[in-house]
Structure formats: structure tokens, C-alpha cells
């Protein structure tokens, strides 16, 4: 009889950490929602990354679209290239599209903004691969500072 | 002066010759696993080290949840940025305080009792009876409580970041104020499956491997008599809390050290 209550304790012992699996799997990590993931990958070069990192959000009107898979440096101009991977959900983003690297909030991290373009008359839209043209860098504080004392002087 | 050397030279062989009867041990314990009969011994062991340790894990996570989340809410919240309570509660629950504290608690409520269990058969000499039946005490005794200690430990460890990560809701959420939406949804969009929750759980398998082996070669290898056994539960608790806060730093570094 011993071995049958130790058995059952066991059982639910085993279901506690399947229960807290699911919650760390599910409500924490958010595993379910990246689960249905077939994605493309996009890329754009920018004169400078600020704090960008693997796996930034990509984002089009603040609706999370992708990550940002993997940063570069070309080997020819040294440019730093961000290959973006978007889900195949929103394939349809017109050639004319730009992307700018943002930051949420005063203190948030940085992420990616697509700006999807017009789309008209003979106007493609973006493949596999394709690199995004309009790009614009990261603000970087000190130059902000720099270009601002600057402008002063000139007054 | 020469006596000196020597004695040295002893301590240093006696130690090289603990480290290979541990190793032996392990051995010996972890092929000694696939056998039907044994499972029936192994679920009696989680019992014992896994379940019965259950209280003290869910009360502690519970606690160091919360007291995170009230330090964290107290610090954050002048810089308007309490939104992110939720990770730094997650992250910190689950790349450290969960596996970490999980098994400084292990080795202080499961291990040293695995030990003090095994010394004392050593010391009423019911290892050597076993032997004499033919029994192999390393299959019998010693192997199920590896495996017990094994898998019990990560599953508490994962018990105990979920508590946490409740616990910080708790004060966070239901007392502080903090939005219940950005305390989830913020730590969904920064807590990695794989970076923070497999690693977690790769150290806390690390961790209970080692804490068990500690554990029970602690309680094969006693000296048989009741200061033996009482000098082993102590090395077993010292030892395993330091190889705990040792490994940790390496595993961190290895696993989050570069970008």
C-alpha cells in the first residue's frame, strides 16, 4: 500500500513540472506563438547599426512581423548588413519599402521599423533575399550632440 | 622535515585514490541503470529526495519571487521603467536563482540525507551483508538514488522558476501595481525558449549530477563510525554548495558570457 501512495505523490509530482514547463513554455517564453514560424529573409545595409542585436524585432506600425536573424560587416564598403527573417504571413511588401532602425521609448531597445512603400503599376514586391534599398541608420547621440553644437556655431 | 613531505605526498595519493573510487562509483552507478526491477526502487527514491523536497522548493521560490519583485518594483520605478519587473524576474529565475538556489536546497535537504543514509548502512555494515548475498550494492542502493537525485533536481528547478515567476506576479502585479499586460507580454517578447529556459535547464542538469555524486560517494566512502558519517554530511553539504557556485560562474560564462 506504501508503494501505491508513493507512486501517486510521484505522479503528481511529475504533473507540477509538466505544469510549470507548460507555464515557462507557453506564458513566458512564448514558445506557441513562434512555433508557426516559415519565414523569408529580407536584407539592408545601414551606415551605422547603433545598438541593434540579433534577434531585434522587426516591426511595421508596431505589429511585431520578424526578427532580425543575423549583422554583418561587408567585406568590400564595410557596411554593417542586417538580414531581417519575416514571416511569410506578410509577403507583400512592395520594392519602394523602407526601414529605419528605431528605438522604443527614452531607455527601450532598438528594433527595426519597416515602412512599407506604394505599391503601383509596375511596382514588384520583395523577394527571398532581396536587399531593402531606403534605409535610415540609427540616431547615435553623440553625433546628434555634434551636429547640434554645430548648427549653434554657424548662427 | 622529511616527514612532512611525506605526509603530503600521502594526503595528496589518499585524495588521487578518493577521485577514482568517486569516478568508479559513478561508473558503476550510471550503467547500472537498465533493469525493470530497479525502476520500482528509482520511483521510491524520487519520493524521498524529489517530492519530499517539494515543500521547501515551492516555499523558497515563492519567497525569492516575490522579494525580487519588490526590490526590482523599488529600484525600476524610478527610472519609470517598471514594465520590466517580468524580465528581470524571469530572466534572473531562470538563467540563475532557479537552478542555483534549486540545488544549494538540494544538497542541504536531499543530499545530505542521501549521505547520512548510505553511511550508516556502511556502518551497520548492511552494504556488506548485501554483498553477501550477492546483492551489488552499487545496482541496488546506490544507483537508484543517483538516478532519483538526477531527475528530481531539474524538475525542481523548473518548479521553482514557475513559483518565482508567480511570486513576482503576486507583489508585482496584484500589489505594487504593475500593468499585468506589460508584465507578461514584456517578458514574452525578452525570455528566449532555448537561450534562458534549455540553458536553465542544462545547468540544473549539471548541477544535480554533480550534487548527487557528491551525495552518495560522501556516504559510500564514510569512515564507518557515527563521527564518520557526521564529518561526511557536512563535506557532502560544503563541497557540493561550493562545486554548485564554482560550476555556475563556468557554465555562465560559457553560455551567456559572449555575445
Redesign the interface.
Known sequence: MT?RK??I??G???L??I???L???L?????G??ANGDTYTLKAKFDNIGGL?E?S?VKVGGV?VGRVESIELDSDDFTPVVVLSISTQYSTFPETTSVAILTSGL?GEQYVGLQPGFSFGDIENLKDGDFIEDTKSALVLEDLIGQFLFSRDSD | MIDWVAQIGARTISKIAATGRAGLMLFGAIFALPQLKNI?LT??Q??VV??QS?LIIIVSGLFIGMVMALQGYTILVD?G?EGSLGPMV?LSL?RELGPVVTALLFAGRAGSALTAEIGLMKATEQLSSLEMMAVDPLRRVVAPRFWAGMI?MP?LA??F???G??GGHFVGVDWLGVDAGSY?SI???T???NE??VNGIIKSVVFATVVTWIAIFKGYDAIPTSEGISKATTETVVFSSLAVLGLDFVLTAIMFGI?
Do not use: P
Not at chain 1, 27 to 31: C, F
Open positions: 508503494t508513493t507512486e505523490l510521484v503528481i509530482f511529475v507540477l513540472t505544469a510549470a514547463t507555464l515557462l513554455g506564458k513566458v517564453a512564448n514558445q506563438m513562434q542585436k534577434r524585432a511585431t531607455l | 520500482r520511483i521510491q524520487i519520493y524529489g517530492v517539494l527610472y521603467a524571469a531562470l528530481s524538475m523548473l518548479i522558476s514557475a513559483v515567476i508567480l507578461w517578458m514574452q517578447a525570455v528566449d525558449w534562458d529556459v555575445e
